[in-house]
């Protein structure tokens, strides 16, 4: 089966050196493949992780952020409202961290094959606390010790193993980018933002891309030059990657605990 050259573009289509093609035409092919032996690494990750995903998925903290026991009253708001801005900026670290490594790598064969434009989010990030903070935002004290080991096994691995970065870019894409539209909404409703407001970070893709982007992103894990040792090795990494998002949302529902009105200060500046 000759292979057939495409680019991907955001009006849900991809562009064929031949013309273009539907979205569903595309899934309708990729199902027709055969299935070989071998297990993909993207399905390797998929079925490997699951578990610690959930975990990561489900923490007391994260649950508590959108549906928890703060209330909807204006003190509520403001509670819960620090705790997502303390969270974004853990998340702004770990992505600093993360681009940083894989940016100065972008020649790496394994590292260079799984550049997603869609995982620079840190800007994205920085536009988020810009909305909840005001233009002041830079000036918070950041929790750098909350997310101290994750950002440090980043580093890490850009020095002493590479190819391992892509699985913590695995875990980023399948936790903020895949899942980005569903928890835009979440976030918007939570905090009675208008559309798109406070949102930029989940704002990678547009819902009815998700399935091109998927497809993308699990053809460029498929084709990365690791060996068999070396898919495994990524695959442990990534629920290693799962677990540290866990410990990081254990750290916060700790640092949140016996919260009270007296340690807000003045409130969260631009915080609305």
């Known amino acids: 089966m000759g292979s057939v050259h495409y680019d991907f573009d955001f009006d849900n289509?991809?562009?064929?050196?031949?013309?273009?093609m539907s979205a569903a035409t595309v899934v309708s092919l990729m199902d027709r493949i055969p299935v070989t032996g071998q297990v993909s690494l993207s399905v390797r990750l998929e079925e490997g992780t699951a578990a610690t995903r959930r975990e990561a998925d489900q923490t007391p903290f994260l649950r508590s952020l959108f549906r928890g026991p703060w209330g909807t009253s204006v003190y509520g708001q403001l509670v819960r409202g620090r705790h997502y801005?303390?969270?974004?900026?853990?998340l702004l670290e770990v992505y600093e961290a993360l681009e940083a490594a894989m940016e100065s790598l972008c020649g790496h064969p394994v590292v260079g094959g799984f550049l997603l434009p869609e995982l620079w989010r840190s800007r994205a990030i920085e536009?988020?606390?810009?909305?909840?903070?005001?233009?002041?935002?830079?000036e918070a004290p950041r929790p750098d010790h909350l997310s101290a080991l994750h950002v440090e096994r980043i580093r890490q691995l850009r020095v002493v193993a590479p190819h391992l970065l892509v699985a913590h870019a695995y875990a980023r894409y399948a936790r903020d980018i895949l899942a980005g539209p569903v928890l835009a909404s979440q976030v918007a409703r939570t905090f009675e933002l208008s559309e798109e407001e406070g949102t930029a970070f989940f704002q990678a893709v547009k819902a009815e891309s998700l399935e091109l982007?998927?497809?993308?992103?699990?053809?460029?894990?498929?084709?990365?030059?690791?060996?068999?040792?070396?898919?495994?090795?990524?695959?442990?990494?990534a629920r290693l990657a799962f677990r540290l998002d866990t410990l990081l949302s254990d750290a916060l529902a700790r640092e949140s605990l016996g919260m009270e009105a007296s340690r807000m200060g003045g409130g969260l500046g631009g915080l609305r």
């Open 213 to 237: 982007l998927r497809l993308r992103g699990n053809g460029n894990l498929d084709k990365l030059p690791l060996t068999e040792e070396g898919k495994s090795e990524v695959v442990q990494e």
């Open 13 to 20: 289509r991809y562009q064929f050196k031949e013309g273009t």
């Open 127 to 138: 536009a988020d606390l810009r909305c909840f903070l005001g233009d002041s935002w830079q």
């Open 85 to 90: 801005v303390t969270y974004l900026q853990c």
